[in-house]
């Protein structure tokens, strides 16, 4: 349902009700947001349930690190994802802590990046879309005391997570209209206007409780739990439910169809809540292979070398072998994706055109001292060794090398890794800095 409404003089009044539709909120920055949101809670006697508070919930429920489910909500998706799957785990976590939110609260106001996350079917969920110009959100910043340029970055920074999340979850840009129920202009519209419009259409029939939006909720949680039954045995198919009925899409070729069906129909069989199980063939079928992931093996290694064709190659051939890897071809490239990113192990080569290995070594080793650093070199010197290893690498290797060899030294960097029980999260890199409570 989409509902584009124009103001019209409103009674900011409303009767409260047990059957009060919920609300979730979205907004682009900059856009009255926060008064919006206060004030609609006093008007309706609404709970807010904000980001904030669905990842607390969930890190409470299923001892999962804060800083994993805030980059799966804001964060660019990691290149390494393939092979870790991790921000659909995250994703799937939130919703199941979502959908029991839902279920159990009648008169809510849903919040933030979250609201993304609600199926269409939850109809008793009034989705709403505050939008703004670019130039408007601008002047508001400023008007706060925001550098212009400050407000220009926060701005593109909070666009960016919001289309990087809805593109994950539906192929669309974050402000399209099909996404919610009503989109009101934030230009057009002060924010007694907003508020008018949003009390006026919680009393529409189309937004009601319904058995079949309540049946809609426990589908919800009943795909989310699929979902983390197959992500944990390294299965990534597409999910949906309806009054307990599952159907998972298989949207990768593979060559025993029949037996990844049994074995992805046992597993979600054991899922409490669901009656059937499907397995169908998305339309992309034919077009790739599909892979299950093996999540003890390693799946986070960052290949830096200027040679391309090689470093392709050698990709490939890890890949081959169950090390997720993903190659740059140069110190800077790597040192950037490593702003964002976190490789396990990092395969460094010496000789390369501006910033070198060591360099790249050297200013690893300082940022993020939990990456070994393994050097994959045809250049260097026993100089070079002794400087490697002083500065901290794990392992020095002279090409051409064994891939065994190669994969044996990624295997006994990971051997190190989970002794240590330490890992290269991106600490707080996700953050929205409590944009959303």
Not at 155 to 168: G, N, Y
Not at 215 to 237: P, R, S
Not at 300 to 321: C, G, M, N, Y
Request: hydrophobic share 40%; glycine share 6%.
């Amino acid at each position: 349902m989409y509902l584009w409404v124009e103001l019209q003089p409103r009674n900011t009044s409303i009767k409260r009700s047990s059957n009060m539709p919920a609300i979730a909120l979205f907004s682009s920055t900059f856009t009255n947001e926060t008064e919006i949101i206060s004030e609609l809670s006093t008007l309706t006697g609404s709970q807010i349930i904000s980001d904030k508070d669905i990842i607390a919930d969930a890190c409470s429920k299923y001892k999962v690190d804060k800083n994993k489910l805030e980059q799966a909500l804001y964060a660019k998706m990691s290149v390494f994802n393939q092979f870790t799957l991790e921000k659909e785990k995250h994703l799937a976590l939130l919703k199941s802590s979502l959908a029991e939110k839902i279920g159990e609260n009648e008169r809510c106001i849903y919040y933030g990046f979250i609201t993304l996350l609600i199926p269409p079917r939850v109809s008793h969920v009034l989705k709403v879309l505050i939008a703004g110009s670019k130039e408007q959100r601008i002047q508001r910043a400023v008007a706060t005391g925001i550098a212009e340029k400050e407000a220009k970055r926060l701005i593109h920074k909070s666009d960016a997570s919001a289309f990087e999340l809805s593109d994950f979850l539906y192929k669309k840009e974050a402000w399209d209209p099909s996404l919610y129920d009503m989109v009101i202009p934030a230009d057009q519209n002060t924010t007694k206007d907003i508020l008018q419009i949003i009390l006026e259409n919680l009393h529409k029939s189309a937004v009601q409780k319904t058995d079949a939006s309540v049946q809609a909720v426990k589908d919800m949680a009943i795909c989310a739990q699929v979902e983390l039954a197959l992500l944990g045995k390294g299965h990534n198919l597409d999910v949906a439910a309806d009054s307990g009925g599952v159907r998972l899409t298989v949207n990768k070729s593979v060559l025993n169809f029949g037996k990844l069906e049994s074995e992805v129909a046992e597993i979600a069989s054991g899922v409490g809540g669901v009656k059937t199980v499907e397995i169908i063939k998305g339309p992309d079928y034919k077009t790739s292979i599909y892979r299950k992931q093996q999540f003890a093996l390693p799946s986070k290694v960052l290949l830096v070398d200027d040679e391309k064709e090689f470093a392709q190659t050698l990709s490939e051939r890890l890949i081959s072998r169950d090390v997720g890897s993903h190659a740059v071809y140069d110190g800077q490239q790597a040192l950037d994706l490593l702003e964002d990113d976190r490789p396990d192990v990092m395969v460094l080569d010496l000789k390369m055109p501006g910033i070198d290995g060591i360099e790249v070594l050297r200013q690893t080793r300082m940022t993020h001292p939990n990456i070994k650093v393994i050097i994959l070199t045809g250049h260097g010197t026993e100089a070079d060794k002794k400087t490697c290893m002083e500065l901290g690498a794990f392992a020095y290797l002279q090409k051409p090398t064994d891939i065994e060899k190669l994969s044996a030294t990624i295997y006994e960097a990971y051997k190190s890794i989970a002794e240590s029980g330490k890992t290269t999260a991106v600490a707080g890199e996700g953050s929205r800095n409590g944009r959303y409570g």
